[in-house]
């Protein structure tokens, strides 16, 4: 299976991967979380990118699509994979296309996980992330005790909040979801292959629909598909 999970910063897109990767065992594959690997080993790729990531800007399309190439090539992703924060842009999505074509795997179904803004600052401003084992934590939805057994950091998780959820870039975040990001619906609308769901639900909640539309057939070019 081959997915994109598209939704603005703070939809849920990590949260509910860590659930798709237990649940359909093919990796997450998440730019953000690459590119902050990077950023923490301080590699060349990893300073060019922080000033943009630290202004809650889109890195350059090169670095991105030299990461995403490099991830998608290694033996794990075979199987398939979910694409988590990636594609941002519409000359992402269309790199993504060629890589994929070449690959001879297209894209099964890019679901788009639909939320208010609101709901989103609320979430951002409380999302915290466990500096030990990456799991996502949120001070107000899902406190630590609230997720499921973990062996690496022994279910004691060190939170840390991102420096990009601090009030002052997390508007800027959104702005350039909107600009940027979103049009990604209608590109992939055209293209077949996007399915909806509410995102503004208990994490449980939004899995089983995230599973069911997964398994649901494309929607019709220019319908929009709601539950
Ligand atoms: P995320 O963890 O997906 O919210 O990404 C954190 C930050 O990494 C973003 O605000 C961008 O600065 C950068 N980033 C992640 N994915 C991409 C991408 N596909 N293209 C450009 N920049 C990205």
């Known amino acids: 299976m081959r997915i994109v999970l598209l939704g603005a910063p703070g939809s849920g897109k990590g949260t509910q991967s860590q659930r798709l990767v237990e649940t359909y065992a093919i990796p997450q594959v998440s730019t953000g979380d690459l590119l ?60 993504l296309t060629l890589l994929l074509a070449d690959l001879g795997t297209p894209l099964d179904a890019v679901i788009l996980m639909n939320i208010d803004t609101a709901v989103l600052l609320k979430r951002l401003s409380g999302r915290r992330i466990c500096e030990d084992c990456g799991r996502v934590f949120n001070v107000f939805t899902s406190p630590p005790g609230s997720l499921p057994n973990c062996e690496r950091c022994g279910d004691k998780p060190r939170l840390i909040q991102r420096p990009d959820d601090k009030e002052e870039v997390i508007g800027k975040r959104l702005e350039v979801f909107e600009a940027q990001t979103k049009p990604l619906v209608e590109h992939y609308r055209a293209a077949g292959l996007l399915r909806v769901i509410n995102a503004d ?19 019709v070019p220019g319908v929009a598909l709601r539950r």
């Open 36 to 95: 902050r690997e990077a950023v923490g080993k301080k590699t060349d790729l990893g300073l060019r990118a922080k000033a943009a990531m630290d202004a809650g800007k889109l890195v350059e399309d090169s670095i991105v699509l030299g990461m995403i190439r490099e991830r998608l090539a290694q033996p794990d992703a075979e199987r398939g994979f979910i694409l988590d924060g990636f594609p941002r842009n519409i000359a992402q999505a269309e790199a």
């Open 201 to 219: 639900a208990e994490v449980e909640t939004v899995f089983v629909d995230l599973t069911a539309a997964v398994g649901r057939p494309a929607a």
